[in-house]
């Protein structure tokens, strides 16, 4: 949600909302009039890191290890003598 800043304090949409209202404006013509500015929201940026939340997230949490290792074959062709 989008904060508005007006005369160096921030303003919720809420509030805003409710001035505009008082003095019988849509919000975007109170924005205009008055010269309120608007900031957006900055997503969050997360440190994947060195986000601690993730290095105490516990990985294993009863499952089971499981071999995903294939055994050794020997897939190799017989060679016939004569053939080559």
């Not at 001035?19 to 994947?48: C, S």
Request: net charge negative; aromatic share 8%.
């Amino acid at each position: 949600m989008p904060k508005y800043k007006f005369r160096g304090k921030e303003f919720s949409l809420e509030e805003v909302t409710a001035a505009a209202e008082k003095r019988n404006l849509a919000v975007d013509q109170y924005i205009n009039q008055f010269d309120i500015e608007v900031i957006e929201d900055q997503p969050e940026v997360i440190d994947f890191q060195t986000d601690p939340a993730k290095e105490t997230a516990d990985v294993g949490s009863g499952m089971e290890a499981v071999n995903m290792v294939s055994p050794s074959a020997d897939t190799s062709l017989p060679v016939y003598k004569g053939h080559l």
